[in-house]
């Protein structure tokens, strides 16, 4: 089978789980319209009724952010009617305030069962949804029902990363791991276990890849970004980088955004074994098996009482994961478990 059909059918049967007599919607741009059309002839197959949206249908989308596209009425009123959705899009700055959110709202208000793969691209149908996802569930329940025990996280790598991770009592660790259920969002590809945590402290130091529209640096193994955290937030101040544009611009993203782009809104663990290498794409690098950490909108909002407008992941490579000074989880970016 094809890469792209083979991806495109994971999507639909052993992810979202799509049922005959269902109504599903189908959001998307001319970027990727062609993975989308893939995705949805495997959601006609299943018996369902299909609605598409193209995103440059409703308006121009914005290269510098100033104007970004504002979510349809049109798409919320289809979802509103819908049992899953998919979102099959390339990323444009200030779209996850002004488009991704609203969109995000009415997942959870609807309770669709939502595939989130923004940023996707040919290549993470042949790698990330090439996987055996029944590999990759079984993986990421383990590794929630270790760390989910865990008072206290460290995490170092050679880099320099040197950070204490308290996830909280009242924390719930998830799994993102291709298991789509009513109300969730989920990325594609899947595979990690994620928490927003209480508190973070220590230096970390992106030498992986930065999300959202941070994904134009690639990779930053030769310019790896730094910052310092205290309280669970970034430290104003403290952010280095060689590259000095980019320094100057995740400076201005994470403290002049909003009174939370600063605030770490999430602590995750890559779990997915396919992904074999760094594509420079977070929606399937951040699954790569690692660490990362997000500044801005917290990763599940169920828990917390704050939002931010913004959430950028930043990944760690080659981490060592200790759990309460005595269990070793990952060395060296291997689990050990």
Not at 22 to 51: C, F, N, P, W
Request: charged fraction near 25%; aromatic fraction near 6%; glycine fraction near 8%.
């Amino acid at each position: 089978m094809d890469p792209i059909e083979f991806g495109a059918r994971q999507a639909v049967v052993n992810c979202v789980k799509v049922q005959k007599g269902e109504r599903v919607v189908m959001i998307t741009d001319r970027e990727t319209e062609r993975m989308a059309d893939a995705i949805l002839v495997h959601a006609k197959a299943a018996g369902a009724s299909v609605q598409k949206f193209v995103m440059e249908d409703f308006g121009p989308r914005s290269v510098d952010g100033k104007s970004p596209l504002p979510f349809p009425k049109d798409i919320n009123d289809a979802m509103s009617r819908a049992q899953a959705s998919f979102l099959v899009a390339g990323i444009r700055p200030g779209e996850y305030q002004s488009f991704r959110q609203p969109m995000i709202n009415a997942v959870e208000k609807h309770m669709l069962r939502h595939a989130h793969m923004v940023g996707f691209t040919e290549v993470m149908m042949h790698q990330g949804m090439a996987v055996d996802y029944a590999e990759v569930q079984e993986l990421s329940r383990k590794v929630r029902d270790i760390v989910s025990k865990a008072h206290e996280i460290k995490v170092f790598t050679p880099a320099g990363t040197d950070l204490t991770v308290s996830p909280g009592s009242k924390s719930e660790w998830l799994c993102c791991d291709g298991n789509i259920r009513p109300g969730m969002i989920t990325n594609l590809p899947g595979g990690e276990v994620y928490v927003v945590p209480s508190d973070a402290n220590g230096k970390v130091v992106i030498d992986g890849c930065l999300g959202d529209s941070f994904r134009q640096y690639g990779k930053l193994q030769a310019s790896p970004i730094t910052y310092e955290l205290k309280g669970g937030r970034c430290v104003r101040g403290s952010v280095r980088c060689s590259l000095k544009r980019l320094q100057k611009e995740f400076a201005k993203y994470t403290f002049e955004t909003d009174a939370n782009s600063n605030r770490v809104g999430e602590f995750a663990i890559g779990t997915n074994l396919g992904v074999k290498e760094l594509i420079g794409n977070m929606l399937q690098d951040e699954k790569f098996p690692s660490v990362h950490i997000a500044m801005g909108d917290p990763a599940d909002t169920r828990k917390v009482n704050w939002r931010s407008k913004v959430h950028l992941d930043g990944l760690m490579l080659n981490p060592t994961i200790v759990l309460d000074g005595r269990t070793t989880i990952m060395k060296d970016g291997k689990f050990v478990i």
